[in-house]
């Protein structure tokens, strides 16, 4: 029985603890927010050709450049990464290319205004590209996907320091790059592109 009341006794003083601790805290908590705030509105700083030239292009070249073999007049020349900054560069390579992938979702224009000028009659003039994506905004979407996963994909590789799957890797890689420039930007050129790809596949495996 007195164990009964005792323990009454000290729930009604924790009862009373309890009020005086909320009593402390609302005062100086902060007013809860009304709603959940809005996504921020996201706002293209470049051009999509800015966005390939600057980011998209040097740090897809960390993973294409980490490994190759060039015959050279002194031998076989191997590259491949060795050492911690060589396996952290690449990780860089493949974070540009997996977030890449949302910034090339972002609306921008296909190039800083008046300032069209190819040297290759095959390339489509931006007022063209931007039409043809904004047709198939859905397909460029899915090439961008497909950035988001190759650079997933060499994530992993640097995770498991797997130098083997780099060869194949930067295959992959550039086979999105060239399937999005073959549908929005030169689509001219799709059978030249796919032979040389064909011509090339096994004299030169590696992308330089
Ligand atoms: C979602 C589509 C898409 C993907 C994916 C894509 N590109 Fe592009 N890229 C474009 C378009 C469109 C242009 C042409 C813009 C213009 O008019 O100059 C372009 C232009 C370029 C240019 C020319 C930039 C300049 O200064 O003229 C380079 C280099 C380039 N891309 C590299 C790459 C590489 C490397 C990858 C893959 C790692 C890649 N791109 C993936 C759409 C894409």
Redo the contacts with the bound molecule.
């Keep these: 029985m007195p164990m009964i009341r005792r323990s009454i006794g000290a729930a009604a003083l924790l009862f009373v603890g309890a009020l005086t601790l909320q009593q402390c805290t609302s005062t100086s908590t902060p007013p809860a927010p009304e709603a959940a705030p809005a996504a921020p509105e996201l706002t293209a700083v470049v ?4 966005l ?2 600057s980011l ?2 040097p740090l ?2 960390n993973v ?1 450049e980490a490994v190759a073999v060039d015959v050279t007049d002194k031998g076989v020349v191997e590259t491949k990464p060795t050492t911690d900054e060589d396996w952290e560069k690449i990780r860089q390579g493949a974070i540009a ?1 997996a977030e ?2 949302n910034l ?1 979702k972002i609306p921008r224009p ?2 800083p205004a008046d300032d ?1 000028v ?1 040297k290759n009659p095959e ?4 007022a063209e ?1 931007q039409a043809i ?1 904004d047709k198939n905004r859905g397909a ?2 899915a ?2 996907d ?2 988001r996963q ?1 650079g997933l994909a060499v994530l992993e590789i640097v995770e498991a320091r797997d130098t083997d799957k780099l060869f194949q890797a930067g295959s992959d ?2 086979r ?6 073959l ?3 030169y689509p001219g050129e799709r059978e030249a592109v796919t032979r040389a790809r064909e011509s090339r596949a096994f004299k030169e495996p590696v992308k330089k």
């Design positions: 051009s999509v050709r800015e390939m030239a998209i292009d897809a070249d294409f290319l890449g992938s090339l296909v190039a069209y190819s390339e489509l003039s931006p590209i994506i460029w979407n090439f961008a497909g950035l190759q890689i550039d999105v790059c060239e399937s999005c420039h549908t929005f930007w």
